[in-house]
Each structure stands twice: as C-alpha cells, then as structure tokens.
Nanobody
C-alpha cells in the first residue's frame, strides 16, 4: 500500500506560480512511477504530467508543456509539480497518483493503483 497526500494548492492570480507537493508513505516511493492529474467541475479527470520510477523520463500534457515541471525527491518520498504562468483554465483539483513498481509513466488514470485526496488550485483572471 502507498498513501499519498497532496499539498500546496491555493488561490493565485493569472500569470502566477504554485508548487504542489505529494508526500508518499508506505512501500518504497522510489520504485513507483508517478503522475499528476486534474479535474475541473463538470469535467473528466485529465492527465497533467508523469515521471518514471527512475526519474529519468517525464511527459506532459500539451496544455501544460513548457509551463509545468514534474520532479521527484526520493530521499524525501515526495513528488512535485511546479506550475508557472498559470491560467484560469488551470483551475481544478489536482491529484497525484502512483503506478505499479518499476513501471514507466502513463497518461491514463486507470493505469494507476494509488491516489491522493487532491488539492484545489484556483487561478483568478
């Protein structure tokens, strides 16, 4: 079992920045591929970013590419999402997720085994 807790969400003006964190506990964090997803009201959960278990490979949704950076610190059992140049359309609840050990990252939410409770990000115009 892996427990995931997101933090760092909040209210920010358009053009601003936030850094989300996802603290993991349970089985060794370093072996899991990780992902970030988001869900806006009335919309389906959508992929944001993913990072391989080794941290050597990342992949981003086109809508956030060049603005968001996903990273991990295995020594701290923490996943990060640095979000810059935020736009109102980035407003959503952001979730981190963990995929089975030693797997590559994935853009598909049904390929993840563990999820956090989410953190709200609101970007005002």
């Amino acid at each position: 079992q892996v427990q995931l807790v997101e933090s760092g969400g909040g209210l920010v003006q358009a053009g601003g920045s936030l850094r989300l964190s996802c603290a993991a506990s349970g089985r060794p964090f370093r072996s899991y591929a990780m992902g970030w997803f988001r869900q806006a009201p009335g919309k389906e959960r959508e992929f944001v970013a993913t990072i391989s278990w080794s941290g050597g490979s990342t992949y981003y949704a086109d809508s956030v590419k060049g603005r968001f950076t996903c990273s991990r610190d295995d020594a701290k059992n923490t996943l990060y999402l640095q979000m810059n140049s935020l736009k109102p359309e980035d407003t959503a609840v952001y979730y981190c997720a963990a995929r089975r050990p030693y797997s590559s990252g994935s853009a598909y939410p049904n390929e993840y085994d563990y999820w956090g409770q989410g953190t709200q990000v609101t970007v005002s115009s």
